[in-house]
């Protein structure tokens, strides 16, 4: 099973070609969730044997093991692959599907005939900073909302800008806010240094409050670790 099924998907015409319909979306990232089913089910039997496999099962969030991510394996995007002048024998119509694993950290490119159904390539991509996956968004929510110290920070901004009404318990109340997450590049050598953002796909969290007010905490979440950072977005 692939979590967070699809997201995001540049649906520009190549040239002569017309659009990818929903339709179109949707088989192509279903072809490419087949394929790694049917990888990962393969691998689990060599496994058996000889103790290896190729690819690690997703996992649901509340059943991963130590040596797994709640995230499991995300497809990211979904793109029209443009052809330029295609020969009679060339797939007319193909589709590049990336996919990110994370148990493993690697991303994939699957290239997808659509017409015929079939996977026509895959390899691994030196990439790590495509698009986020709504469960990616999600689950940089999560580690966010669990973080006590983050809840703090924000709850003493709103409380001096008079922003937002706080809860009882002298917290914030983040339902009451609007969060903008993407993905994000270090663009400094201290922030390359001070993280490991520049290999690894994290995620910028922006927060509104009010009438478009944005909250000076803007936390940077390791999607693959874990970790959040406040420091690195002054």
Not at 7 to 36: F, H, K, M, Y
Not at 39 to 61: E, M
Request: glycine share 6%.
């Amino acid at each position: 099973m692939l979590l967070g099924f699809l997201t995001v998907s540049t649906n520009v015409a190549g040239g002569w070609q017309a659009p990818l319909s929903d339709d179109e979306i949707t088989q192509s990232a279903n072809i490419v969730i087949s394929e790694r089913s049917a990888d990962q089910s393969a691998s689990a039997r060599s496994a058996d044997s000889t103790g290896t496999h190729r690819f690690s099962r997703s996992i649901p969030p509340g059943e991963e093991t130590a040596t797994s991510h709640p995230l499991g394996t995300q497809i990211l995007l979904v793109e029209l692959k443009e052809l330029k002048n295609p020969s009679p024998d060339q797939p007319q119509r193909s589709v590049d599907v990336f996919v990110f694993d994370y148990h493993q950290g690697v991303t994939e490119l699957y290239v997808v005939d659509v017409e015929q159904g079939e996977i026509i390539t895959t390899q691994k991509v030196n990439s790590v900073h495509l698009p986020l996956a709504s469960a990616e968004i999600d689950y940089a929510h999560e580690v966010l909302l669990n973080n006590a110290s983050v809840q703090r920070r924000i709850a003493e901004e709103l409380d001096t800008h008079g922003l937002l009404p706080l809860l009882e318990s002298g917290e914030a109340d983040l339902s009451l806010l609007q969060f903008k997450v993407s993905i994000w590049v270090p663009t400094s050598q201290q922030q390359v240094g001070e993280s490991a953002c520049h290999q690894e796909r994290c995620a910028l969290v922006s927060l509104f409050a009010g009438d478009h007010f944005n909250l000076s905490v803007e936390p940077v979440i390791n999607l693959m670790s874990g970790e959040l950072y406040t420091h690195l977005i002054q």
